[in-house]
């Protein structure tokens, strides 16, 4: 992470058990050993009243131990994109009580954060760790699209074609960080591309 | 940078007993305009002029915010309090003149919850009948629980039924009615809002149940002005004007500064607000703090008081005032 | 006797100017030689006949070409109005605020009659005649917040108040110094506020949340801002900044007097009494560094101050370019003569 940043850049914390009788997990990759490193410390039967719906790497790493922690629910999906019908499904019919717990990489934290703040979800109550790739969502000022794991600084725009700087600056509403042109004053300049975010 | 509220010049239109203990109140512009627009939750600060005592003692605004030609409070007689909802009950009558602050709201809706649901305890109605009627003019989805000891002390609760019907749930204390709280926190939608005004007791056993049924404290609003209590007299050292008062047993601190002329700035008078919040420069003695804003480590460490609701007990207290 | 509104553009030809009457009456921001941040919050009251305070919600000479500008960036990215779903209230708090202060500043231009909830708002200058109905949104062409902004000048943020913060859920932006509405909507205060250097360092932030959160009804607050643009341009969005970034390029010492611009935001702070939110106008004033100049202090001053700037914020500011161009050109009037106390002219 960053040494230096600013105020509006997501700090992610270490899943902690929350009160409460609802528990749901949503994790991706490496977000799995956060909610194994918390099982550790959960007590006994948390597990009964929890619902984990998880996206492996392609080689499926983690599941097993994932089902080992028997929770009520647990739902495998390919992608985010994939398990967003069941997600919103889930939070149209849950109860205050629910506690929320988001773990992986910063794009699935950010997605899965987006669908329950618009379900009524404070962002300050939702528990969230960081896991593996730092690559970036970001949103391109200018012409609004969306660029997925952008891993260098700066970036090209997928959409429209423009050197953006990848801010620290983020939105909780557009699960992203804000890039702007990185040589909109003189396009004659051209810095060089490199890796930022691994 | 100062703050506070603006003052408004009002004169008592009416006054209705409602129940044995509760009268409302009912203020107009003394130049016959429009009070100022509030929203549901504001109270008003009413100063009572008692001889050569000024008691200023903040009241929930319980008339619709959509209606500002007057403004209406409750009062509930306490016959062992410092006596001005006494003076409020004998001695304001239709006519008398009086200043009240703009409203101020310390308790506000969330609006963006799906659902407010609302839990009120015996005069801790008073805010709700102002957002109950806010809501009810945007559509807006609400429940209320209401708490009384009889049907009798049920004060608008009749009211309450007639405009809202089964949105209103009522529990009388005599009849060993009693709110099942814990199933009534684990049916409510996701994006549910909680209100919670009454006794202390009450706000604090909704507020500890919700934690453990892993309501997150965002979506769950309490307002509780304590009402200063009485107490032993004690002297106190003004350090910044250089002054030397001593607080009467029925009078707060806070009063007692402004008896001598020094005026903080103050918005609840109910230790909520933080606006009077003092710092000590030195103290031999312990402190009774009853305010709602202060940490507890604040508390501990003896270098703040809130003089609206807290209290002295010692030889010497000197202040930064 | 009403103002003359001006015909004028803030594009393309650019052809704003002030009038030497507005040129008076331009709220310099600096009251000394240097500048840094600071907590310059205080309370918004009337001020003297001839200057921007002498009504609290300012109407001048620019409106007409203003509002005329706003409908252009509007059509072309409608983004830049937005309301989150629980603003409704507050949008129709403001469009109490600015109809009552406007009528009150500007009878002659505008006028409020309100019976009951029904309400008639007749805007002479842009030939709006509109009887409604208080609180129902469909019997306005637009929502609230962004029929009565249409005909206000100025950006407007409003703040819903929860939890301790400010969180920025709704506004009308077009004329912003390099921020995205867009982007930062939803955000809290501090978020924001987020990639201003410095001013975080200093408790800044903290200090004015803490005043903020507490402004009461009927006393409103108000601050200066400032900052420099290149051409007479309202919309300088991030949106936009690669159409608008190349003029910081076009800088010279023969043209800096017509091309560089002063901006200066006065920015005030209202409760808002049926929402309990705060709206933040932030009303943009531009003027031409020939115009300033006229006035010999302000250029004095002006040459101390950007010469002085630390880097950081020269660089937030956007100013890295062309300021050794714009400090040679300043100093030129600076006589190193003492410069009185104050913001306004000798």
Redesign the interface.
Known sequence: MAAKSIISRPVYGTLSPQPGKHHLFIADAEGALAISDMAARAPAGFFEGAEIVYIPDPGGKHVAALEALKPAQFHQAPSFASLLPRLKQTLSNAHMGLRLYLAGTEGLIGQAMQVALEAGIDHTSMQTEHRGSLARRMQCVHCKGITENVTTQPAICAHCGLLLLVRDHYSRRLAAFQGVCINAEDRSEMPPIEEAFP | ??????KLDVVVSDVVPVNELVTRFHFRRRDGELL????G??HVVVEMRDGDRTRLNPYSLMGS?LDTREYTISVRRDDVGRGGSLFMHRSVKAGLEMVIS????LF?L?????KHLMLAGGIGITPFMAQTA?LA??GGNFELHYTCRTASLGTYADLLRERYDRRIRLYHDDLDERIELDRL????????H?YVCGPAGMINWVRDRA?????????VHFEHFAAPQPGLPFDVTLAVSGKTIRVGEQQSLLEAIEAAGVDPPY?CRGGV?G?CETNVISYDGKFIHNDHWLSEEDHRSGWKIMPCVSRFEGKSLVLER | MGITFRKETFRDDFTFRNSPEHIRRFPFPFHEDAYMYAVNIEPHVIGPKGSVLENLIDVDEHYVAEMQDRALVLAEDPLRCQSLPHMTLAGWDLLELLMEQQALGYPEHFTLERDGDRWRWINRPLGIDDTFTFGDTSTLPYGPMEYITRQSQGDFCILDQRDGNLWMDAGMVTTQADWSLDFDIGMNFFEWHAPVPLAHEKGIFVRALKFLTNIQQGKPARRLNWTMTVNPRLDTSPENYHKWGPDRTTVTPENVGDKVHLRVELQSFWRLPRSNGIVFPIRCYLIKMDELVTQPKWARRLHRVIRDLPEELATYKGLTRYRPTLVEWLSKLDDGSATSSGFGPD
């Open positions: 940078m100062s703050t506070g509220t603006t100022p627009t509030f929203s939750g504001a915010p703009y409203p101020v709201n506000s969330d609006l963006r919850a799906k806010q003019g945007e926190l684990s049916t409510q939608p996701l994006g549910t909680l934690a453990s049924l892993g309501w997150p404290p965002e979506a918005l607000c606006q």
